[in-house]
């Protein structure tokens, strides 16, 4: 069993959509746990971070984390065409390193 | 730069040779990571350093890949007598500390080996 589980989708919405994307994970261990979005060809960009349990929002997007489920999430209000990418969820593990969800593709059509 | 700057951006080589991939992480950042990510796959951990030494390096595939950092900047990413498998994007990324003290990390757009 991979210690983060991510749905390799891919998903497919209409523009204005709310998406929702999700991982889920076994070390209770994990503390810090972030968003990153990959273009294309591109190297992936921090999109969110948290630590531990909760909500952040930011702008379109909003993190939660339910450190009792080990279940994090990410939404997407209003869903623009220019979101589509690959998502990756990403926590940090006891050894300083962070380790990756497979990706979730999401295109959002226009 | 501002960013993480990585070397080729492409490669093409023959298998069976050795290739090198060079990272220059963002300024002061003493944290640096190697990671592999193959088609359509997400991102698999090779090695990290803090300053110029490896507390981890447990994702390396083989005893063929190498890497090592002087300096406590550039690092270098060594593939000896590369094989098809090797084909994957190696991504770098640099952060101002590990994750252990809530420090983000940062990627560069990657290095494309394609093993032919």
């Known amino acids: 069993q991979k210690e983060v589980e991510q749905d390799p989708g891919p998903l497919s919405v209409p523009e204005g959509a709310i998406v929702s994307l999700n991982c889920t994970y076994s070390?209770?261990?994990?503390?810090?746990f972030m968003w990153y979005r990959q273009y294309s060809r591109k190297g992936p960009e921090l999109l969110m971070y948290t630590y531990s349990s909760g909500n952040k929002e930011d702008g379109r997007f909003t993190a939660q984390v339910d450190k009792s489920s080990k279940y994090i999430s990410l939404f997407i209000r209003d869903s623009q065409p220019s979101d589509s990418a690959t998502y990756l969820c990403?926590?940090?593990?006891?050894?300083?390193?962070?380790?990756f969800g497979q990706g979730t593709t999401l295109q959002v059509k226009p | 730069g501002a960013g993480v700057s990585q070397s080729p951006s492409n490669k093409v080589t023959e298998k069976g040779k050795d290739v090198e991939l060079r990272c220059d992480p963002i300024?002061?950042?003493?944290?640096l990571y190697w990671y592999r990510q193959s088609l359509g796959q997400g991102l698999e951990f090779l090695i990290y350093?803090?300053?110029?030494?490896?507390?981890?390096k447990s994702g390396l595939p083989s005893d063929r890949f190498s890497a090592e950092r002087t300096g406590g900047s550039v690092s270098t990413l060594t593939i000896q007598r590369t094989q098809q498998e090797d084909s994957a994007v190696y991504l770098c990324?640099?952060?101002?500390?590990?994750?252990?003290?809530?420090?983000?990390?940062?990627f560069g757009e990657g290095s494309w080996l394609t093993v032919v």
């Open positions: 070390n209770s261990a994990f503390q810090y």
């Open positions: 990403a926590m940090n593990s006891n050894t300083g390193k962070l380790i």
């Open positions: 350093f803090q300053g110029n030494s490896a507390p981890d």
């Open positions: 990324a640099s952060s101002a500390g590990t994750v252990l003290s809530g420090n983000t990390i940062y």
């Open positions: 300024s002061g950042h003493t944290a």
